[in-house]
C-alpha cells in the first residue's frame, strides 16, 4: 500500500483524517482508491476533465507526478495545494 498526505487545507473535506493508506498501481488508481472513501475530496483535486487541478501539486516519493506515476507499496504520495489570493 502507499501512503497519501494531505495538507491541512483540506481537513475538512476528509472524514478519516489526513494520511490515508491507498492501493493502485499509478497515481490515478490510488487517487480513485483514495476519493472512493472520501468523496468529498475528489473536486478540491480533480478538473472537471479528469485531470489534477491547475493549483495542485503532486508528489509521489519526493518527485512531482501525474497520473500515470507509478507508485508500488510503501510510495509516499504528498498532495500539496497553491494558496492564493491578492
Do not use: Y
Not at 479528469?50 to 509516499?76: N, Y
Request: proline share 3%; no cysteine; hydrophobic share 45%.
Amino acid at each position: 500500500m502507499a501512503r497519501v498526505r494531505l495538507p491541512r487545507l483540506l481537513e475538512s473535506s476528509v472524514r478519516d483524517g489526513l494520511v490515508s493508506e491507498v492501493q493502485g498501481n499509478s497515481l490515478g488508481e490510488a487517487l480513485m482508491h483514495l476519493f472512493e472513501r472520501e468523496p468529498a475530496l475528489k473536486p478540491h483535486l480533480m478538473a472537471e476533465d479528469g485531470a489534477i487541478r491547475r493549483h495542485v501539486l503532486i508528489f509521489v516519493d519526493g518527485r512531482r507526478a501525474d497520473l500515470d506515476s507509478v507508485i508500488t507499496d510503501g510510495t509516499e504520495i504528498r498532495v500539496l495545494q497553491a494558496v492564493s489570493g491578492g
